[in-house]
């Protein structure tokens, strides 16, 4: 008997996350991911910001809100999470290409001991590379070391135009231990959701077939939501009945993801930012559904804030369903005039 997975589209373009872990379903066995959870951003004992522009920002959605240090002595930020654990990746959102600096050093801090001394996670001889998306710019930090923290230092050290560091958002990924009956569906959505870079993707097609049009999608450049959602519906197709349905919030943004009609219940997943709701479509519409129980593996990125969770499902307008693989790629080829 087949599961249900009713993928969400929104016009075939579009992208989207959510934020906060389902605990419920971690244990130590489980298959591991780099996962968001819930931190408490403050400042460390020698941060010195401009008011108003405090650590406050980084618990914030918007963009529009920024840290902005004094000078670059002040230039630094702390986290905590509830358990030690081990950083994965951290990705910030600097303020302009300008104000991306060229270094910065990453600390793991040792309880009981100075805020300005701890492991090295992340050394300041380190490059910081520095990538665009949607008109912003932000940097993705990978950390190799075991060691688990409970609170943790970020040292803006050199490079940004200002010489101070200037940070709109930043997210931290944990690596967390999934029970395997969701990690399998997780590890689905994640290995589509790398595929290619997120970006204008692929809106026409001269493919004739629907595999045909799979591998010309896996071979782009770039991939937008209903291109995540393609893939991800192609691959389930054998195992899965899935909907794909597309969508308009409120803030009119259109995005793509995913349903699932599992054993335990309905989840919906995103297969464009590697995120899996514990929630049905609609329910995520209606607004039932809770938000922070969401998984957000280390593809999601602040800067599409306006696609996850309570930011873009309640009150959202559906604008198309897909009950099939056929009918999704006549989709396209309706796009295509072909």
């Excluded at 910001?49 to 002595?73: F, I, R, W």
């Excluded at 944990?174 to 689905?188: C, P, R, T």
């Amino acid at each position: 008997m087949k599961r249900y997975i009713l993928l969400v589209l929104l016009f075939l373009v579009g992208v989207g996350v959510v934020s906060g872990i389902y605990f419920q379903s971690l244990h130590q066995d489980g298959s591991v991911f780099n996962l968001q959870q819930p931190v408490d951003f403050y400042s460390c004992n020698d941060s010195r910001y401009y008011s108003g522009h405090g650590v406050e920002a980084l618990d914030t959605a918007s963009l529009n809100d920024y840290v902005a240090a004094v000078n670059a002595q002040g230039s630094s930020f702390c986290f905590n999470v509830a358990d030690a654990s081990q950083l994965g990746s951290l990705k910030l959102v600097w303020y302009s290409q300008a104000e991306a600096p060229r270094s910065i050093e990453v600390l793991g801090l040792v309880e009981g001991e100075d805020e300005a001394s701890g492991e090295v996670l992340w050394a300041k001889e380190k490059p910081v590379t520095v990538k665009s998306l949607s008109g912003f710019f932000y940097s993705e930090i990978n950390f190799d070391s075991p060691s688990r923290f409970s609170r943790f230092r970020v040292n803006y050290v050199s490079g940004a135009g200002q010489d101070r560091l200037l940070l709109r958002a930043a997210a931290p990924f944990f690596k967390i231990s999934v029970d395997e009956d969701v990690a399998s569906l997780l590890s689905d959505i994640h290995r589509v959701s790398v595929i290619a870079p997120y970006g204008i993707g692929v809106a026409e097609t001269d493919a004739r077939d629907v595999d045909a049009l799979v591998s010309g999608l896996k071979s782009a450049s770039s991939l937008h939501c209903g291109n995540y959602s393609y893939i991800f519906a192609h691959g389930i197709e054998s195992e899965y009945d899935w909907t794909a349905v597309g969508a308009l919030s409120n803030l009119k943004a259109a995005h793509t993801v995913v349903e699932v009609d599992y054993p335990a219940g309905k989840y919906t997943a995103d297969p464009t930012l590697g995120a899996l709701y514990f929630c049905s479509y609609s329910s995520m519409q209606a607004g039932t559904c809770d938000f922070s129980k969401a998984i957000y593996t280390d593809t999601y990125n602040p800067i599409l804030w306006r696609y996850k969770g309570a930011d873009f499902y309640p009150g959202a307008t559906i604008q198309s369903t897909y009950s099939g693989i056929q009918d999704y790629f006549n989709a396209y080829r309706k796009l295509d005039g072909k």
